[in-house]
């Protein structure tokens, strides 16, 4: 099996602040892997930083094999894309959807855009009749497709998901990760998603690690939640939050 | 149990371009001293139901009832001064955000002692002692501390603890909590339930409590009320949840992935044009 991210000992510091302390972790191609944890645990952090959108103090990054120096080339921005939590933050408020799909092509140097745009649109399920309407005409869940859209027209291998479907409401969070289950499976993507809520993450993901502190708590298979097969306190703390309130407790 | 909170036929509407928009079409229910839940997703006017008991409602909606009465006070007719008079004192109301409900520029403490000085006749030190008391009612453990600090040198956690002391210190009769602990970690989100529940509790207050989270409502709450499209579909008790009959709480429940189902994919809520009727 082939490996498309593999993280070791990476280190994230800001000023004296750690906000990633020695995480390593690998994802094989077509795999998707979860980071747990609260705020402040450093699991978008890690995310960012892969990305190439917080700086990187220590540690290496190899995606599909290759070492990520400290300049980044446009390949790499082609084969990994992220999705962002907030849809009403990422998209450009003055751009209208053809526009913001455009412009990663325009970039990338592709042709036939035209093509490729109507066809972005069509596998997020929006259609064309979205293609030339501004951010604020779009519903949050419609916005999110959009934000997909985008990180999907470069054709990645690699996704990156930082809490897509905490701002939206339930019955749209399911349709959105319906959406980003049945584009994996199309494109044999690989996904790293970030999420809060641990019944999202046994959904998406086979393997995940509970972070805290910008440290690994544990890892663990999606399996091991349901049978909680748990070895760390903190994780369990988690499990027990995540079914709601115990008068009494 | 006796009623404290009569809402009969709430209706609130807001002029647009395009003509009149129904947040609120028609909602009825009745509170005593109780745990009282309201479910719906954005756009389903569960936050303009809350707004219009708190009269909240901006200026430019239309408001109109059967019934809105409040121990006895017909909320559509009192003055603005009696108005302002009952809101922070005789009912109190928390918001999703501290970072944007506390006042960036003031202290924690002053902002209490502000709150409690407005409705009540106290000196400022008795008031001082009175906010120390309230913050550590909410389970702060160094009160003094947080008392002169202002609101961005504090966690999310600790904000929503500090606004719920801010709001609880005139002794409300009813508190609306506009999604107390949406924009809180898990297990945050647990502390801030329990203070709010004992405190509920001991203080025999009305609660109602707003979220467009199902499960976290229905461990919560007493009764439920699930409001789709400015209405209310289904009325349950808590414990009662899963025998939900309407196909949107049975629909909400259900797309919600758990931990332990296998699922792929999820269902999806297939909204019927009839629910809106």
Redesign the interface.
């Known amino acids: 099996m082939t490996r498309a991210l593999k993280i070791d000992r990476l280190c994230v510091v800001y000023d004296d602040f750690v906000a990633l302390k020695d995480v390593s972790l690998t994802v094989n191609t077509g795999e998707s892997f979860g980071l747990v944890g609260?705020?402040g645990s450093g699991k978008s952090t890690l995310l960012r930083a892969v990305a190439g959108l917080a700086p990187v103090s220590g540690g290496t990054i190899d995606v599909n094999g290759k070492q990520l120096g400290k300049v980044r080339d446009k390949a790499f921005y082609r084969q990994v894309q992220m999705v962002f939590q907030d849809p009403y933050g990422s998209l450009h408020p003055r751009q209208t959807v053809d526009r913001l799909l455009l412009e990663p092509l325009d970039i990338h140097g592709f042709a036939d855009t035209e093509k490729r745009i109507l066809r972005a649109l069509e596998e997020v399920g929006l259609g064309s009749s979205f293609r030339f309407r501004y951010s604020h005409q779009l519903s949050?869940g419609q916005r999110q497709r959009v934000a997909i859209a985008r990180a999907l027209i470069l054709e990645p291998s690699i996704l990156l998901l930082d809490e897509p479907t905490s701002a939206l409401?339930?019955?749209?969070?399911?349709?959105v990760?319906?959406l980003l289950?049945?584009v994996r499976r199309d494109r044999k993507l690989t996904f790293v998603m970030v999420s809060?809520?641990?019944?999202?993450i046994?959904?998406?993901c086979e393997r995940l690690m509970v972070m805290q502190g910008g440290q690994e708590v544990e890892r663990l298979e999606a399996g091991d939640?349901?049978?909680r097969n748990v070895a760390q306190d903190y994780t369990r703390?988690?499990?027990v939050?995540?079914?709601?309130?115990?008068?009494g407790? | 149990m006796s009623a404290m909170l009569h809402v009969e036929d709430l209706r609130v509407e807001f002029p647009t371009r395009t003509g009149m928009v129904q947040a609120v079409r028609g909602v009825t229910f009745s509170l005593g001293q109780e745990r009282l839940g309201i479910v719906g997703e954005s756009g389903s006017g569960k936050s303009q139901t809350g707004r219009a008991i708190m009269g909240l409602t901006p200026e430019h909606a239309n408001i109109s009832a059967r019934r809105l009465e409040f121990s006895g006070i017909d909320l559509l007719k009192v003055s603005p001064a009696q108005r302002r008079d009952l809101r922070g004192n005789r009912i109190a109301m928390i918001l999703q955000d501290p970072k944007y409900s506390l006042d960036p520029v003031m202290t924690i403490g002053r902002q209490i002692v502000e709150t409690l000085r407005t409705h009540e006749k106290v000196s400022k030190a008795e008031a001082r002692e009175k906010a120390l008391d309230m913050l550590a009612a909410v389970q702060i453990r160094d009160p003094r501390r947080v008392f002169a600090l202002y609101p961005h040198e504090v966690s999310g956690g600790m904000g929503q603890r500090a606004m719920i002391a801010m709001m609880l210190i005139a002794g409300p009769e009813l508190l609306i909590a506009d999604e107390p602990t949406s924009a809180l970690d898990v297990t945050v989100q647990l502390d801030i339930l329990r203070i709010l529940d004992r405190l509920v509790i001991d203080r025999g207050m009305g609660l109602i409590f707003i979220s467009h989270d199902l499960r976290l409502v229905s461990t919560f709450c007493d009764r439920v009320i699930v409001m789709y499209a400015g209405r209310i579909v289904e009325e349950l008790k808590a414990s009662e949840l899963s025998q939900a009959q309407h196909p949107y709480t049975q629909g909400l429940l259900n797309c919600m992935p758990r931990i332990g189902a296998d699922r792929h994919p999820l269902p999806v809520l297939d909204r019927k044009p009839e629910w809106l009727l």
């Not at chain 1, 409401?169 to 349709?175: L, P, R």
């Not at chain 1, 809060?196 to 999202?200: A, K, P």
């Open positions: 609260e705020s949050g409401d339930a019955s749209v969070q399911a349709e990760l319906n289950e049945q809060h809520d641990l019944g999202v046994t959904h998406m939640l349901a049978t703390n988690l499990l939050a995540s079914e709601g309130f115990v008068r407790a």
